[in-house]
C-alpha cells in the first residue's frame, strides 16, 4: 500500500484541486509514500472488534430559539470577497466546464 | 514584571496601562527584526486600548482581572478589522468581520492586544519555517527553531515582548514551542475554550491555550478565556473550576505516572530525559507518589495523527477558493480559478497535508487508512481512561530534544516525530501542559509534559506549579 505511484500523487491533486507541476509531483511522491509507509504500523492491526472515535466527546446536538435577528456583518463580509455584485459573489463563467 | 503583577498595579492605579504598552512596544522595537515574533505589532490600537483602561482606572471602575496586560494573539484568531493571516498568502489582506470569543474575553478582562503573531501556515509544522512570511527565531539562540506552530507566541513571551500569548493546539503547538523557548504553555481539555474565531485545522483536535511566563499566569489567562460558549457547539457547558486559588496546594498524596512508552519513545535524547527523571524526583520529594505506568496505545498515536489531522484539514482547507475572502487569481472559469488560486496560496506543507488526507479519505483507502486511524483513537483514550484510573497525572518530555537548528529538518516526516508525546493528549482530548524544568546539554530550554485527565486542569497547574516550585 505504501508504493504510491505517480499517477497516484497526480489524482490525489486533482481531487483536491490544486494544480502541481511535475516537478512538486516528484517531490511529492517519496514524501508521501514515506508517511504512509510510517502509517504501515496502523494499518496492520486487527482492530475489527474496535468502535471508532470521530470526536473526544459524544457530539449532541445543540438546540436555540430559532429567532430572526440580524448579525450586522453581511456588508462587512461582501466587502472582504474578491468580486461581488448585487449582494452576491461574483465568479466567473460556471458553465460550460468538463465535469 | 508577572501578568498578575502587572494586572495588580494597573488595578490599584499604581501604574498606567500606557506605561506598561510603551514600556513593552519598546522591548518589540528592540528585537523584533531579529526574532520574527509577529505578523503585524498593533502599537496604535494598543496605546487606545490602555488609554481606556487608564481611563477607567481613574473613574474608579474595575477594568478587570488582566487589566492593562499586553497579549500576543496567535495570527489564525480573528480580530475584527485587523488582518489574520494564518500565515498564509491564501488569506493575505482579508481582515476578519468579527472577534474570536478568546479575544472578546480578553478585551472583558482588560487585557491588551500588542499583535498577531507568526506561526507555521495554517498551524501545520513544529518549527515555524512553513510560515509564508518567514520563520521566527528562537531568543535564546537565534540560529535555533522556536518550536511551532505557535512559534511566534512562544518567542513573544519569552523575550518579554508580552508577558502573556494565546496559541493553538492540534497536535502540540502550544507545548513543543514553550518547552523550546522556556516558557510555560497549555493545552485545556478539548471544548474548554471555545474555538469560535480560530481558523480551523483539524475540528476534532483544534483547542486555543495559554503561554506565560509562570504557571499562575498560564492559570490567570486560563479563567479568562475558558467557559462555556454557544456558538462552540464543542463548548462545554459543565461549570469551570477556578484554578489560581488551588495553585499553592501542592502535590502531597498525588499519584504521578511516568509514561513509559513515551519516556522511551524514539528520539528522545539523553539529556531531554535525564530532566524528566529529575522532574519525577522532584515531585516525589514534595510528597507525590511517583511510578511508571505503561500506556500501551500511544505508540500509534503519531501514525493515527498523520492520518486523522490531515483529513480534517483536507476538509476544512477547502474553504479556500478563492470566491469569498483572501486570494483570487482570476481564470476564464470557476474551476480554473479554483485551482488557479489555491495552487498560489497554499505552501508546500499545507498542500502535503490536504493530499494526505484526501487520500486517506478516498475511496478504497477510507477503512484503510482514516477508518483504522479513528479506532486507534479509541484505543489511545481507552488506555488512558485505565491509567486514570491509578494516576492522577502522567509525565513525560513535550519535546524529545531541545531546540534544533532552522533548516535541520526539511524531511517532512523527521519534523512530523517531533509531535511524539504531545499527540495522544490532543487524540483523547485531554488537557496538557509544558512546564520549563532546567536545560539540556546545550544549554536550552527542556520542558516536561505533565497531562491530566478530562476537565481535571486544576490538578494539572497544581504539579506544573509544584515543579516551578522545585526550581526556584
Partial sequence: MASLSREEVAHVAKLARLELTDEQIDTFTPQLAAILEHAADVEALDLADVPPTSHPYPLKNVWRPDVPRDAGVRDAVLAAAPATQDGMFLVPSVLGEAP | ????????????GERSARSVVEEHLAAIDRREAELHAFNLVTGDEALTAADAIDAQVAAGEDPGPLAGVPIALKDNLCTTGIPTTCSSKILEGWRPPYDATVVERLSAAGAISVGKTNLDEFAMGSSTENSAFGPSKNPHDITKVPGGSSGGSAVAVAAGFAPLALGSDTGGSIRQPAALCGVVGVKPTYGRVSRYGLVAFASSLDQIGPFATTVADAAALYEVIAGYDERDSTSIPEALPTVLDRLDEGVSGLRVGLVTELCQAEGIAPDVATRVVAAAEALSAAGAKVEEVSVPAVIYGLSAYYLIAPAEASSNLARYDGVRYGLRVDAPTTGEMYDRTRTAGFGAEVERRIMLGTYALSAGY?????????????????????????????????????????????????????????????????????????????????????????????TMFRVAAALEGALA
Avoid at chain 2, 514584571?1 to 490599584?12: C, D, F, K, P
Fill in chain 2, 1 to 12: 514584571m508577572t501578568a498578575r503583577a502587572i494586572a495588580a498595579a494597573v488595578r490599584s
Fill in chain 2, 366 to 458: 477510507y477503512d484503510a487508512y482514516y477508518g483504522k486511524a479513528q479506532k486507534v483513537r479509541t484505543l489511545i483514550i481507552r488506555d488512558f481512561e485505565a491509567a486514570y484510573e491509578r494516576f492522577d497525572v502522567l509525565l513525560s518530555p513535550t519535546s524529545p530534544t531541545t531546540a534544533f537548528t532552522l533548516g535541520a529538518k526539511a524531511d517532512p516526516l523527521a519534523m512530523y516525530l517531533n509531535d511524539v508525546c504531545t499527540i495522544p493528549s490532543n487524540l483523547a482530548g485531554h488537557p496538557a501542559m509544558s512546564v520549563p524544568f532546567g536545560v539540556g546539554a546545550d544549554g536550552l530550554p527542556v520542558g516536561i509534559q505533565v497531562m491530566a485527565n478530562a476537565l481535571d486542569e486544576v
